[in-house]
């Protein structure tokens, strides 16, 4: 098949779980023989959208990317307090949201325009940014499109603005029961869907001696894992602040450890390590050396690193007022659900001392992930999928908001 991919960003260096998810589909559906396309922006970081990446095509891993300027960076500062305001606004309110938010690419219209009827599918990753907002009606008009909005149960997703983007797709792609769930509840949509889930490399083994040379601060201690952005809306505070008060509470050389890119830094603590962001292989040693690994977000609609932790065995904790990571827990056995402190401490008293424990949660992990996850079963989905939307009939789509 011809594919096309838009997405809000692209690239190895890229960190964000809607990107990667982009990023492995296309590159091993290129592997698998499909003429694989992307047409992105050239920005490295979502907090401005500044360009970064030369603009035009380059082929990446067997894939043909193209990276269109930004109109102007982000202005947080501007953001911030329309982010904050736009639940039950005006429209106008959240047009000037979606205006600001961005990221704004002048040329990706006319570009959809000229393109986006040579492709068989063209698949659109996330629901929340300007470049679905804008493309997908544009693009459904010439070409059939499947939606993966990679969505959790946040404000801006009932916001009236968005009532066209879950109209027009030819079809849905999701990542989890929940997300599916919440989608179709929020949209009242017939099209067709599938969970198609993403996949992840079953024979990676980390190094956890490799990492505790490469920091050692570390020492023998045993430590919790969480890899992730350091960001509130992540639950990075919060695992912050109940890590701190268990070890108040507990004492001990427990360590926690947080790889990830610093978006509201920590305070320094000596049984705190944060790494900032790191390379893959590093990311990989990490996991292999912790005792636990811990995924504290309110808001996810999958989770792909908690499956790369359960595929090196490793037991997990997960924030319970996430229904995608309750979901997971439930499904798998791998992980220890909390919902507050009381039920952090109770889940770190019952799984530290326990290696026992540990090992069996790591071990029913890693079997859920070799029954939902396996890399070819997840790609034979998505392609039944895209010769479903292809079959779909194609309707015009009247013009929306601001596009060029």
């Known amino acids: 098949m011809r594919l096309l991919f838009v997405v809000q960003r692209y690239g190895p260096d890229v960190a964000g779980g809607a990107e990667q998810a982009c990023r492995s589909l296309a590159t091993r559906l290129a592997a698998r023989g499909h003429d694989v396309e992307v047409v992105t922006?050239?920005?490295?970081?979502?907090?401005?959208?500044?360009?970064?990446?030369?603009?035009?095509?380059?082929?990446?891993?067997?894939?043909?990317?193209?990276?269109?300027?930004v109109d102007r960076p982000r202005d947080p500062r501007l953001f911030?307090?329309?982010?904050?305001?736009?639940?039950?606004?005006?429209?106008?309110?959240?047009?000037?949201?979606?205006?600001s938010q961005g990221p704004n690419l002048p040329e990706l219209v006319p570009w959809l325009?000229?393109?986006?009827g040579s492709f068989q599918t063209v698949v659109f990753v996330t629901y929340l940014?300007?470049?679905?907002?804008?493309?997908?009606?544009?693009?459904?008009?010439?070409?059939?499109?499947?939606?993966?909005?990679?969505?959790?149960?946040?404000?801006?997703l009932w916001l009236p603005l968005f009532d066209l983007t879950f109209r027009v797709p030819s079809a849905f792609a999701f990542l989890t029961e929940e997300e599916q769930a919440l989608v179709l509840r929020r949209a009242?949509?017939?099209?067709?869907s599938a969970v198609i889930g993403l996949g992840t490399d079953l024979d990676v083994r980390g190094d956890g001696d490799r990492f505790r040379a490469a920091h050692p601060e570390l020492g023998d201690r045993p430590?919790?894992?969480?890899?992730?952005?350091?960001?509130?809306g992540k639950g990075s505070d919060e695992l912050y602040d109940f890590f701190v008060t268990y070890k108040a509470r507990r004492g001990g050389p427990l360590v926690l450890v947080v790889v990830g890119d610093p978006v509201k830094p920590?305070?320094?603590?000596?049984d705190v390590l944060t790494t900032g962001w790191v390379s893959e292989d590093e990311k990989v040693d990490a996991i292999a050396g912790c005792d636990a690994f811990v995924m504290p977000s309110y808001f996810e609609s999958f989770s792909l690193v908690l499956v790369e932790a359960w595929a090196q065995r490793r037991a997990a904790l997960v924030n319970g007022r996430c229904e995608v990571l309750l979901g997971q827990a439930q499904r798998s056995g791998g992980a220890v659900p909390y919902r507050g402190y009381a039920e952090f401490e109770a889940a770190l008293d019952l799984l530290m001392p326990d290696a026992e424990l540990r090992r069996a949660l790591g071990e029913r992990g890693r079997a859920y992930v070799e029954r939902r996850y396996r890399w070819d079963d997840v790609l034979a989905h998505a392609e039944r999928l895209f010769a479903t939307a292809v079959h779909r009939q194609r309707q015009p789509v009247p013009a929306i908001g601001w596009r060029r």
């Open 223 to 232: 430590y919790l894992l969480y890899v992730g952005r350091l960001d509130p």
């Open 129 to 156: 940014y300007a470049t679905t907002w804008v493309g997908l009606p544009v693009a459904a008009g010439l070409a059939p499109t499947v939606l993966l909005p990679a969505a959790h149960d946040e404000p801006p």
């Open 188 to 192: 009242h949509t017939r099209q067709p």
């Open 41 to 69: 922006s050239r920005a490295r970081s979502y907090v401005d959208w500044a360009d970064a990446f030369p603009g035009g095509a380059t082929v990446e891993e067997g894939v043909t990317v193209h990276r269109l300027g």
């Open 266 to 270: 920590l305070a320094p603590r000596p």
């Open 113 to 116: 325009e000229a393109h986006a």
């Open 80 to 99: 911030g307090p329309l982010n904050g305001r736009v639940a039950g606004s005006p429209l106008f309110v959240q047009l000037e949201w979606m205006r």
